[in-house]
């Protein structure tokens, strides 16, 4: 029986990763906890961006921003999460895993008011 239920699990579990259909819940409160331990300090949790961290330093950036979210590759977003930018936004490195940077790619994604 504790068999069929893990198999069922796992089944169900990679129908969630691989289809095309929608976002699985778990993936959805998964991004949104990585970026409000990761990212919202600065740009805040609702995405908007906020002051800059220094006198005369840059704002983050807003997320709600259509321009930019058309402006952007979800590669480049990656990028810059690792890489970090010389303007202010430190390197994140190898913190996050490639599923978890998918993560807050798409948690990005979100905060696009234009979204479809």
Do not use: W
């Not at 430190?90 to 990005?108: C, K, N, R, S, W």
Request: glycine residues 10%; hydrophobic residues 35%; charged residues 20%.
């Amino acid at each position: 029986m504790r068999a069929r239920v893990l198999c069922s699990i796992a089944a169900l579990t990679m129908m969630v990763t691989t289809c095309g259909c929608k976002k699985s819940e778990a993936a959805t409160a998964e991004s949104r906890e990585l970026f409000v331990n990761a990212c919202a300090r600065c740009h805040g949790q609702d995405g908007a961006g906020g002051l800059p961290l220094y006198a005369g330093g840059p704002s983050p950036r807003n997320f709600r921003d259509h321009a930019f979210q058309q402006s952007v590759t979800d590669e480049q977003l990656k990028t810059t999460i690792r890489s970090g930018k010389g303007t202010g936004m430190p390197p994140f490195g190898a913190t996050f895993d490639e599923g978890q940077l998918a993560a807050l790619v798409m948690q990005i994604r979100s905060f696009d008011p234009e979204r479809k």
